[in-house]
């Protein structure tokens, strides 16, 4: 399993998204900030509130042209539900191949119930990997605000990075 660490190209993944359609990552975020997270699953209060708080950080997040995808191994249905429930704008994918992308990137599998583990990247404009955080269980993932103030210091030192 190789890890994605800053500089790396985020490998290229198709992402089925609720609602219909499908997001070629990194490619569907170029131009822009990116923010992929892989959550365990709706039924995860952590990955509930993570989620929750990257929609509550919208207009932050837009103002650092940031784009935010997530998706999980959850069915269709499922991930419909917990658009409703939460209210999300950004897009969410669901019915992941957790293998293929533990695979490409390197995420972690809970190997008993065969979700990925929480997983965030940030991402620049061309799709390479400014920072990845991997979990191994429940705790331990991005939050709105270091992804914003990240990329907020980024873009006021860019000539000096």
């Not at 993944?13 to 959550?39: C, I, K, M, W």
Request: glycine fraction near 10%; hydrophobic fraction near 45%; include cysteine.
């Amino acid at each position: 399993m190789t890890l994605l660490k800053p500089g790396d190209k985020f490998p290229s993944l198709s992402v089925e998204v609720a609602g219909g359609g499908t997001l070629q990552l990194p490619d569907a975020l170029s131009g822009r900030n990116g923010v992929v997270l892989f959550y365990r699953g709706s039924w995860c209060p952590y990955c509930n509130a993570q989620l929750r708080a990257f929609e509550r950080a919208h207009d932050s997040l837009a103002e650092v042209d940031a784009a935010v995808v997530a998706l999980s191994v959850d069915d269709e249905a499922t991930a419909l539900t917990l658009i409703d429930k939460h209210r999300l704008r950004f897009p969410i994918g669901h019915s992941a191949d957790a293998y293929a992308i533990a695979a490409a990137t390197g995420a972690f599998v809970n190997e008993e119930r065969g979700h990925l583990e929480s997983t965030g990247f940030v991402l620049d404009q061309t799709g390479a990997v400014v920072v990845s955080v991997y979990s191994s269980s429940a705790i331990g993932r991005l939050v709105p605000e270091d992804v914003v103030g990240l990329l907020r210091y980024r873009r006021e030192h860019a000539g000096r990075l």
